[in-house]
């Protein structure tokens, strides 16, 4: 079992609506979890990150995480064509969260159409 | 804001060729790293170093070296190319190693080996 799985997609939503990109992950002592962005022809950029479990809010975005389910998932209200990117989960493999051992899921390609 | 910069957008090289790919960060970041990205198989850490000289393997070094001479420059050799080498490769600088400091990534090089 991988580390981390992540729907690759891709997804297509009218502009306005609720998105939810999801990964699951396979080791419970998991503490830190992360999104990255990658626009077309970009490098990834940090969007949010979470520590254990519960809801984090910026702006549109909000990260879940159900530590229960090894469960994270992002958010996107209102979503917008600006939004159209590839979302990446990422996860520290060691305890203390250091980022020189990140995962990345294998990405989701979302499109917001007008 | 944070810059990372790799040399090349596009490069061809030969197989058996050595090649050098070369970036540098201007916000005197301790961490650097080298990925590649792959359709399928999502971003997966080739090298990392967290000071100059100093240098740790990540998840797939093999046929590969890297350089850290100076502070701002991370570099990434490949000895003697080889086509299954073909993909996009990704710098990455991080001031810390918590999971709250941020990578910031380049824009990526695309490299084919013919």
């Known amino acids: 079992q991988k580390e981390v799985e992540q729907d690759p997609g891709p997804l297509s939503v009218p502009e306005g609506a609720i998105v939810s990109l999801n990964c699951t992950y396979s080791n419970s002592a998991f503490q830190y979890f992360m999104w990255y962005r990658q626009y077309s022809r970009k490098g990834p950029e940090l969007l949010m990150y979470?520590?254990?479990?519960g809801n984090k809010e910026d702006g549109r975005f909000t990260a879940q995480v159900d530590k229960s389910s090894k469960y994270i998932s992002l958010f996107i209200r209102d979503s917008q064509p600006s939004d159209s990117a590839t979302y990446l989960c990422?996860?520290?493999?060691?305890?203390?969260?250091?980022?020189?051992?990140?995962?990345f899921g294998k990405g989701t390609l979302l499109t917001v159409n007008p | 804001d944070v810059k990372v910069t790799q040399s090349s957008r596009y490069l061809v090289k030969r197989t058996g060729e050595k090649v050098f790919l070369e970036c540098v960060q201007d916000?005197?970041?301790?961490?650097m790293f080298w990925y590649r990205q792959d359709p399928g198989l999502g971003l997966r850490l080739i090298y990392f170093?967290?000071?100059?000289?100093?240098?740790e393997k990540g998840d797939i070094p093999e046929g590969y070296s890297v350089s850290r001479e100076k502070k701002e420059r991370f570099s990434l050799i490949l000895e003697s190319a080889s086509t299954n080498q073909t993909s996009m490769y990704l710098c990455?600088?991080?001031?810390?190693?918590?999971?709250?400091?941020?990578?910031?990534f380049g824009n990526g090089t695309r490299l084919t080996v013919t």
């Open positions: 990455a600088s991080s001031a810390g190693t918590g999971f709250d400091s941020p990578l910031h």
């Open positions: 990422a996860i520290p493999l060691n305890s203390g969260g250091s980022n020189y051992k990140l995962t």
């Open positions: 916000m005197d970041h301790e961490n």
């Open positions: 979470t520590y254990s479990s």
């Open positions: 170093s967290y000071d100059v000289k100093m240098k």
